[in-house]
């Protein structure tokens, strides 16, 4: 079985670095500024054989109003009631704050399984937080050092013991757990590659400068709060997954941290959420560029979409808050007429104006992604490839540099994710860049391609008669 664990605490104590060792790769920023985390983050991970299903939790603050201390407490409590288990952490050499006893009571009162685990124990600074644990009482503490790694033994004990708890708790405690779990089968790197998995998750990123609403309308899209949302610019610092169903296609939405112009980016803190967006964007299968429909298509949301076809993703236009605009079918008009002017290379890219707050359009808007999804995947016969290279070159034939013509010979399709397709001309590298632009514009309306980046490969043939010559 799976073991979901919930690591919660007070700001600052470690939870973003356990989190991270546990998953076995840095997913979770960490940085010594207090209350990093705020959205809860989900990842899994191992530790010796059992699996775990990790949530990462923000800093917890006992308020209770309008502030976003308070959105970022309900994100933890329904951390809590998704676990299995409870690791609450504390720093041992800051020792036991009225906080973490405020905490370790509404942990007591959650009826879950809790790890009480003093964090910061290397050397011996921690020594005289591990007696002050005993306050909170839950037991006895597990000393670790989520950074180095030290104190994961203990820790796995715990929850060796936390996941037979849990079977008991479900009925399934028929599982014998002395028994030790197979090993997974050894690498082998003559083994050919497995087929593209057509069920594979599809994974969508939603990207855009600060405030542009991106929370909100992935809050619409999953009909939860799973994100937390304000009038606060910035809110959102990490990338969060979040696994999701639509149409029986299963799909992997991934909210980012706003993207500001690259001077104005002064804080450590914000360079690592930059440089995660920036994964996320690299990461992903389709990335939708989410705007506010003030000033969408300004230089920073060109300078985004750009990147995201640079790295050869599928591209969606979401114009949000359309709830608030004036005079709809005029502002749309002129949105698909900004996205021309600016993108004129992403011709075809689909822009769906909606809202996250009265579920506009968000159909829409997945029936966009996954369509571009699918053209991003498509793979055009050879002879259909080359039945339409004879039409357009005769249509609009090469350019002739120095009176020598150039001619296309031969095109096929190299591979897909993006469509790249490679050309066999005489005199290829004299092809000007007008003219390959021709061709991708062509081949984009013939194929149906709107909202995919197209990669055009050409190549020269070897002339027979050079030796001789």
């Known amino acids: 079985m799976t073991l979901t664990v919930a690591i919660v605490g007070r700001p600052n104590v470690g939870k973003s670095t356990l989190f991270n060792r546990l998953a076995g790769r840095k997913i979770a920023i960490v940085d010594d500024q207090p209350g990093v985390t705020r959205d809860r983050k989900e990842a899994v991970g191992r530790l010796g054989d059992i699996d775990l299903k990790l949530i990462d939790t923000a800093g917890f603050e006992d308020v209770n109003d309008a502030s976003l201390e308070t959105r970022m407490r309900r994100q933890t409590e329904i951390a809590i009631k998704e676990a299995d288990v409870c690791i609450f952490l504390y720093d041992a050499r800051v020792g036991v704050t009225s906080l973490d006893e405020r905490f370790a009571q509404l942990l007591r009162k959650s009826d879950k399984p809790v790890i009480l685990a003093a964090n ?3 050397g011996k ?3 005289e937080g591990l007696l002050e644990a005993w306050r909170l009482g839950l037991g006895d503490p597990a000393p670790l050092s989520a950074e180095h790694g030290e104190g994961m033994s203990d820790l796995y004990e715990l929850l060796r013991q936390a996941e037979q708890k849990v079977a008991e708790s479900q009925n399934l405690s028929e599982i014998d757990f002395s028994e030790p779990r197979p090993e997974e089968e050894p690498f082998d790197p003559d083994a050919e590659a497995p087929p593209v998995d057509p069920t594979k998750p599809i994974r969508i990123a939603f990207v855009g400068r600060p405030n542009a609403g991106k929370s909100t309308l992935l809050n619409g899209i999953l009909g939860d709060d799973r994100f937390i949302t304000g009038p606060e610019a910035g809110i959102t ?3 969060v997954t979040v ?7 299963e799909i992997r939405l991934v909210d980012t941290a706003g993207l500001r112009k690259r001077a104005k980016v002064q804080e450590k803190l914000e360079r690592l959420s930059t440089m995660e967006t920036t994964h996320s964007i690299r990461f992903a299968d389709v990335v939708v560029l989410v705007m506010d429909p003030k000033d969408a298509f300004e230089k920073q949301d060109v300078q985004i ?3 995201v076809l640079r790295e050869g993703r599928g591209l969606v236009y979401a114009i949000t808050k359309w709830d608030a605009v004036d005079a709809p079918a005029e502002a749309r008009k002129e ?6 002017a600016h993108l004129p290379h992403a011709k075809g890219t689909p822009v769906v104006t909606v809202s996250g707050l009265n579920g506009r359009n968000l159909d829409k808007l997945m029936d966009a992604c996954l369509k571009v999804h699918k053209d991003w995947s498509a793979r055009i016969k050879t002879r259909d490839l080359n039945d339409w290279l004879g039409y357009v070159t005769q249509k609009h034939p090469p350019p002739a540099p120095n009176g020598k013509r150039i001619k296309p010979r031969y095109m096929a399709q190299m591979k897909t994710r993006p469509p790249t397709f490679v050309l066999m001309a005489s005199r290829a590298n004299e092809m000007p860049e007008t003219y390959k632009r021709y061709l991708l514009n062509e081949l984009r309306a013939a194929f149906d391609l709107p909202g995919v980046p197209i990669r055009l490969v050409l190549k020269q043939g070897k002339n027979p008669f050079a030796d001789k010559a």
């Open 237 to 239: 610092r990490d990338s």
């Open 125 to 127: 600074q921690g020594d």
């Open 335 to 340: 949105m698909e007429h900004q996205a021309e």
């Open 120 to 122: 910061k124990c290397e």
């Open 305 to 307: 979409a750009n990147l």
């Open 243 to 249: 696994a999701w169903k639509w149409r029986d296609r």
